[in-house]
């Protein structure tokens, strides 16, 4: 989540920075969240970090433009808050590759291997919905291919 690094959406910055919070133990708070701008800052007190990221000039890119401070605090003891971050979209793109080999991977399977990499318990029906997603992205949506939904 360094200054000046360039994302291909708004989604998949906002996916990167869950990871990197995940990663190293750390929390943020959204200050605000649209489709040109995303401002979050570190909610522990005393803790400068922040991070500004927006829509690229005539692109559908985004780029990191503040993040001029490191964080201070200690590892979050908001674990459960950066958990929480973890949206079935997130999970989606997390397991992608791991759909892409086996379609049959099950929930179950899926929350052994988010585990294992990044050290963190989600919900079963999390995953069970970020498979989904994943198999949507990979396959297409099967509802509005048969039934125009």
């Known amino acids: 989540m360094e200054e000046g690094t360039i994302f291909a959406s708004m989604t998949e910055c906002r996916n990167a920075l ?10 943020f708070k959204v200050d605000k969240s649209d489709q040109v701008r995303y401002r979050v800052h570190c909610p522990t007190e005393g803790c400068p970090w922040r991070m500004l990221a927006s829509k690229m000039r005539n692109s559908t890119n985004v780029q990191v433009k503040v993040n001029p401070f490191k964080h ?8 459960k808050d950066t958990i929480s971050r973890a949206k079935s ?5 997390e397991v992608k590759k791991w759909v892409k080999e086996n379609q049959q ?6 929350q052994k291997n988010i585990k294992d990499k990044f050290k963190i318990d989600l919900p079963y029906i999390r995953l069970f919905s970020g498979k989904q997603h994943a198999m949507d992205s990979i396959y297409g ?5 048969l039934f125009g939904y």
Do not use: D, H
């Not at 869950?18 to 929390?27: A, F, G, H, L, S």
């Not at 979209?89 to 793109?93: K, Y």
């Not at 991977?105 to 899926?110: R, Y």
């Open 89 to 93: 979209r997130w999970v989606a793109e």
């Open 141 to 145: 949506n099967w509802l509005q291919a």
């Open 18 to 27: 869950v990871t990197y919070c995940i990663n190293v133990e750390r929390t």
């Open 72 to 79: 201070t605090c200690q590892e979050s003891t908001l674990r």
């Open 105 to 110: 991977v099950g929930p179950k399977e899926l």
